[in-house]
């Protein structure tokens, strides 16, 4: 079974029997009497059955490396980026060269690595990227352990918000001062997403 929990969807897993609420879809009943049940308010996400391996299927097999996995390394994204002229924020987002890096863990590994998001993803340098990859894992790996980042609707999966949004230094932060120089933040509209950069530490 693939799942795709769309753009607001989440599990929950609940240990006791519970009433089905509004925006609950569909539930996994397991032997042992946990339910694991899809909450999806705005319905874009999916259930899908897989004949054969998972990662063969349509939807999966043209996705990029796991960013927490050996296959995410600085080569692979200099190879990937060479010739291309999309700005760097947009590149590590795509899917198709490397999943889970959202718009707001994309705004903080840039920062982290001290890279302008709108910097040409094929003018970047090996060495660059080498301190980009280190920063996005770092960066998903501080998140993972506060349980995601909660700024409107996301939950974990026993319904509980994730804390990471405490420690973020950019993103969402448009006029605050930069915690390593003192600029002000700034936020520009890059492929349409808000992006937060800070001027002084980013080139």
Request: with cysteine.
């Amino acid at each position: 079974m693939i799942i795709h929990l769309g753009m607001s969807g989440s599990l929950r897993v609940l240990s006791e029997s519970k009433a089905p609420e509004k925006h609950d879809h569909f539930d996994i009943e397991l032997e042992n009497g946990i339910c694991v049940r899809f909450n999806d308010p705005r319905r874009f996400g999916a259930f899908l059955w897989a004949n054969g391996k998972a990662d063969s299927h349509e939807l999966l097999s043209q996705l990029g490396p796991e960013p927490l996995s050996d296959d995410f390394t600085a080569d692979y994204l200099y190879r990937r980026s060479r010739g291309r002229r999309v700005a760097i924020k947009n590149f590590i987002m795509n899917g198709h060269v490397v999943v889970g890096v959202g718009n707001i863990y994309a705004s903080e590994a840039l920062f982290m690595a001290g890279i302008h998001p709108q910097r040409a993803a094929g003018k970047t340098s090996l060495k660059r990227y080498a301190g980009l990859v280190d920063s996005i894992r770092d960066v998903l790996s501080r998140a993972i352990r506060q349980g995601g980042t909660t700024l409107r609707d996301f939950v974990n999966s026993d319904g509980s918000p994730g804390y990471f949004a405490q420690e973020l230094l950019v993103y969402d932060r448009a006029g605050g001062d930069c915690f390593q120089c003192g600029a002000s933040i700034r936020q520009k509209v890059i492929g349409q997403r808000s992006s937060y950069y800070c001027p002084g530490c980013q080139h």
